[in-house]
């Protein structure tokens, strides 16, 4: 077995403890909050990276050097950041639609993540110009 695969199954067993005790801290009542959500997401970013990209060394898989890797990387962070969009919208409309008002926090973040695509790509562009 891969070192890649030893890996994915031991971050993957990890992170269905964290998810499994945040599920008891819910029933108990008790609350979960910021250091439960981080440590799921970071759990969860290592274990599809893992499961994701070859390992050099072994040549199991898609190596993120690789041109391949390099347009599969572009193609994902283009449709990761509309999904963010969308749910960045959402959570706005659904903000006012419970409370009746506008989190200004997060109508900025909204505002900020319109603008961060196309300021990135003037960048880049213009880092090749």
Do not use: C, H
């Amino acid at each position: 077995m891969s070192t890649r695969k030893i890996g994915a199954i031991i971050i993957g067993a990890a992170t269905l403890i964290v998810i499994g005790y945040s599920i008891f801290k819910i029933i108990t009542g008790k609350e979960v909050g910021f250091n439960e959500v981080i440590v799921i997401g970071t759990l969860l970013m290592m274990f599809f990276s893992a499961i994701t990209w070859g390992n050099k060394e072994e040549k199991d898989g898609i190596l993120l050097e690789e041109e391949l890797g390099q347009r599969i990387t572009e193609e994902s962070s283009k449709i990761s950041y509309f999904i963010l969009l969308f749910f960045i919208l959402a959570a706005v409309a659904a903000d006012k639609l419970i409370n009746g008002t506008i989190n200004v926090f997060l109508l900025g973040i909204l505002g900020l993540a319109m603008i961060i695509l196309p300021f990135v790509e003037f960048l880049v562009a213009k880092k090749y110009q």
